[in-house]
Structures are given as C-alpha cells and as structure tokens.
C-alpha cells in the first residue's frame, strides 16, 4: 500500500503501528507523517512514560491516526515529559482524507519530573480522524500521549465539562487553581459554570469567616488566609498576646519617669520635662524642631509663621536660636 492510499485514510501494517481500539487515545502513527521524530509509536495508545521526541531544530512534526470509526470530536489533550523550556506546539486536526479542518497551539509550559498535560481547543462540528503536531523552534521534548476528551458517556476529568461524578471542571488536571486534579471542588474556592468550570478564591478576610485574633489582622491567600499580629502583640495570629514593653525594657520613657504597660503599647507617667522638651500628655516632646514643624505637641506653623520655642509666632523671618 502506498503513502498516497494512507492520505486516503486507509492503514496498513507497513505503515502504521495499531494499538487496541474502542479508546479515545490515538491508535497508530502514520509513518509518511513522521519528520525528525525518535521513536514515534511511543505517543499511540494511553500516556505510558515512553515518549515520541520531538527535534525542533529539524522542524520535527508527527501525524497520529485517531482510528477509524473513533474520530476525535472534541478538545485534544496531549500528554508530554522532558520539558528543558517552554514550548508552543502546532497542531492540526485532520479529516480522512488529510484536509485540515482547523489549526491551534498547544502551550507546553510544564518543566517538571514526570508526565504533564495540556488541552487544545476544538470546536468544529467535523469530526477529526488525525492529528499533526509540530514542535516549536528549537524545542526538544517528549510526547507521551494524544487523547480526544470530546463525547458525553466517557467524558474525563480536565475535559472542560462537567459530567457525573464531578464537582467542576475547569479544563485541566491541576490542583491549587479551585478545581482539583480529580475535578473536585477545593476548600476556599467558588467554581461555577460547567463548560467550562470558572473558579474564583474565597476572600475570607472579608467575608467574615476568618477565625484570626482581635489583636491580629487577616491576609488572604489562594484558596486560605494568614493571621498576623498587629503591633504591640506576639503570637501565631490566630492568638496574639500583649508585649510587655516595660518589662522587657524596649519603652521610651525618661529615667524620672514611670513605664505603665498598657495593650498594645505603654505610656510614660509623671517626670518632669527638661529643656528644650516640653510635656504632651504623659510625654516629653522636642521643641526645637524645624521652622513650620514645631514639635510641640504636634504644632504645626502656617507658611504665614514660623516656630520660636514650640510656639507658632507671626513672621518668617530666621529661625529662632534657642
């Protein structure tokens, strides 16, 4: 059989690998479709850990057979390791007769150990028997597996619908976004919608459900919140003890004057003011202060004044000498 009778939608032994049907995986690579590809019957069938690479240097592109009576009719999940640097993968759906019904990227951003997947959209109401992926510029990674996540019975999780026994589905397989990996709703999100799933963080700070001490002030996070206390405490948050700063010695008063813990601070009582300070409440403050700033007891002088000993006087002549 001839490559030209494969582009018709036939297969044969020669030029394909077949693999169990009645799945929703691709079932044979089309061999007239491989271009700088090492071991490229590693992508048919269910993500395994053996992978087809991709020499993107050699504009390495795969053409994968859906199968016949199988034909892909929804978004396309791809499954890939061995990732160096982020990679925008071309990938074209495929009629029978290898006319292409739609183009789209597929963003492989994925670096880390182990098996990773990513949803292409696909919204054509024809359905596509192959699929063609091309790598990107100068990217070298690893394709494990192809999946058409389309159809109603069978419908997987990441598929981005939402079908029996599932909470949410937003599209892909990672937990910490609101919609777990096994699309299940996680605790401190809100999904709604089902095609597919929208997931937004609770704000506990501001709903009133936070559980953070009276002496504390809350900070949302995705998904939770954090309790941090305010000044003047100690403690985790979710309970805040006073700082008895005249115990410990970081207080501020004067040697004649006597330190009263009190929550979340201290005053300084009795003593009596040396120049140049003056008494404000139970504190000393400092008089000789800039022309406008004062420093008595928060005196603040108009432009049409200046500051002579902690007192606002009419003119703006030079500074006083005190």
Known sequence: MTDETLAEGEASSETVTA?????????AVVQSGVIAVINPNAAVGP????????????????????????????????????????????????RSDMSIISTAQANLLDLGLGTHSTLVPFSSATPYRYVRLGGGLASLFGL??????????GSVCGDGRVSAGEQCDD????????????????????CQGTQPSVCNDVNECTNGTAQCSVNAFCVNTPGSYTCVCRLGYWGN????????????????????QQCVNTPGGFECVGGACTPPRQQCGSQCTDVT??????????????????????VCVPGVGEEPTL
Not at 144 to 153: H, K, N, S
Not at 171 to 190: H, I, K, V, W
């Open 171 to 190: 599209g892909n397989r990672m937990s910490g976004d609101g919609c777990s990996s096994a699309c299940q709703l996680e605790p401190g999100f809100n």
């Open 144 to 153: 494990d597996a192809i999946e058409d996540t389309g159809g109603g019975v």
């Open 47 to 94: 993500p395994d850990g053996n992978v087809a690479t991709f020499l993107g240097l050699l504009g390495g592109s795969l053409v994968l057979d859906m199968g016949r009576g199988e034909e892909g009719t929804g978004p396309l999940r791809i499954y890939y390791r061995g990732l160096s640097l982020a990679v925008i993968a071309q990938v074209e759906f495929l």
């Open 289 to 310: 202060a800039d022309r406008f700033n004062c420093g008595a007891c928060g005196v603040v002088c108009p432009s049409s004044k200046r500051c002579s000993v902690g």
């Open 237 to 256: 948050g979710w309970t805040c003890n006073d700082i008895d700063e005249c115990a410990n010695g970081t207080h501020t008063c004067q040697p004649n």
């Open 19 to 27: 693999m169990q049907a009645g799945d929703r995986y691709a079932n």
